[in-house]
């Protein structure tokens, strides 16, 4: 059953669409992501929904009722925002009543609650403490459970971790997907950090422009992406003009096998670095760099012709700067994209 959905939605600021003409939907118990550089418009939108900012264009619907004349406080939705906002001169516990105490509850009535949400963060006991003794991750946890405490029908997250170190970052993650899950919370969150949003997300929403440049899965949007501006935002630097035809594709880097049934004609393609394979005959290149990631080595390599290519290989073996190797192509790892750039 969808709990949120966006029609048409568009922000203007004077001439300049920040949000333009999204449509949106995101069902009960989903967690969606929405990802997207500086400027594409995704904290923009996470407003709309909160009723932060108001539409230029369009509906917003929470359970099928437009909510363009329902003020922030009685829309039923938690916001979180990166930098926390907690307030210093109340103790853990007075942060995360304080939803619960706007809506009237007393103290007797709210004490327990408050206990169980701090349990379930990852702070037991933590009632008494004051926000200045917290780290930054503590400060995460007690943000989480004051928007979690008036137990919103959709609870949206402004960058959730992006004031976090990365070990961190991973670690809550992990911890706030199992407990959305557990919960059965409905999220919408926006960030720019990728493995952040696919770590999290059963959806993730690419964003350019104020316009939706790409939706799916975290699988989907990883395996194809819809556009070069997709592969290149989730980080793919392989990607030239290719012209497809009978199987493989006539590149720069020669030609490159392509998945069957892919596109014919005038296209871009992307060959992740998986699918550069060091052979024994193939594409000569010279080595320009190589990075130790942990499970493999990232190889920079200089080909006789063409641009340069990123490439993976086994730690074992692994090829000096410098070395001359020669590289094949996985069509496994190809991704035939639209001509155009965007």
């Known amino acids: 059953m969808t709990l949120l959905r966006l029609e048409g939605v568009t922000v203007r600021f004077g001439e300049r669409a920040v949000v333009d003409d999204v449509d949106l939907e995101v069902a009960e118990h989903e967690i969606v992501c929405v990802l997207g550089p500086s400027g594409s418009g995704k904290s923009t939108l996470l407003r709309v929904v909160a009723g932060l900012?108001?539409?230029?264009?369009?509906?917003?619907?929470?359970?099928?009722?437009?909510?363009?004349?329902v003020p922030v406080h009685r829309r039923g939705v938690g916001l979180m925002f990166q930098d926390?906002?907690?307030?210093?001169?109340r103790d853990v516990g007075g942060n995360v009543a304080f939803g619960l105490r706007m809506r009237g509850s007393t103290k007797k009535a709210y004490e327990g609650q408050v206990a169980e949400l701090l349990e379930l963060v990852g702070l037991p006991g933590a009632q008494d403490r004051a926000v200045a003794s917290?780290?930054?991750?503590?400060?995460?946890?007690?943000?989480?459970?004051r928007a979690l405490a008036p137990s919103p029908r959709l609870l949206m997250l402004d960058e959730p971790l992006g004031q976090l170190d990365r070990g961190l970052r991973e670690r809550l993650?992990?911890?706030?997907?199992?407990?959305?899950?557990?919960?059965?919370t409905t999220v919408l969150a926006v960030t720019h950090d990728q493995g952040e949003a696919f770590a999290l997300a059963d959806r993730v929403v690419v964003m350019r422009d104020g316009r939706i440049a790409q939706a799916g899965t975290p699988l989907e949007v990883w395996q194809r992406?819809?556009?070069?501006f997709v592969a290149r935002f989730l980080g793919f630097e392989n990607v030239v003009p290719a012209t497809v035809s009978a199987g493989g594709a006539a590149t720069p880097w020669g030609k490159v096998p392509v998945p069957a049934g892919s596109a014919e004609g005038e296209r871009r393609l992307l060959i992740r670095?998986?699918?550069?394979?060091l052979r024994e005959e193939g594409l000569r290149c010279e080595v320009l760099s190589r990075?130790?990631?942990?499970?493999?080595?990232?190889?920079?390599?200089?080909?006789?012709?063409?641009?340069?290519?990123?490439?993976?290989c086994g730690l074992a073996g692994a090829p000096a700067v410098g070395d001359r190797v020669s590289v094949a192509f996985s069509p496994a790892e190809v991704v035939v994209l639209p001509a155009a750039s965007g």
């Open 291 to 312: 990075t130790f990631r942990g499970t493999h080595v990232a190889l920079l390599l200089r080909p006789g012709t063409g641009p340069v290519l990123e490439a993976e």
């Open 225 to 228: 992406p819809a556009s070069e």
């Open 134 to 145: 917290l780290s930054g991750g503590e400060q995460q946890r007690v943000a989480l459970a």
């Open 84 to 89: 926390h906002q907690l307030f210093p001169h």
């Open 173 to 184: 993650v992990v911890e706030l997907q199992g407990l959305f899950s557990r919960l059965g």
């Open 273 to 277: 670095p998986a699918g550069v394979i």
């Open 53 to 69: 900012q108001r539409v230029s264009a369009g509906r917003v619907l929470l359970d099928g009722t437009d909510q363009d004349a």
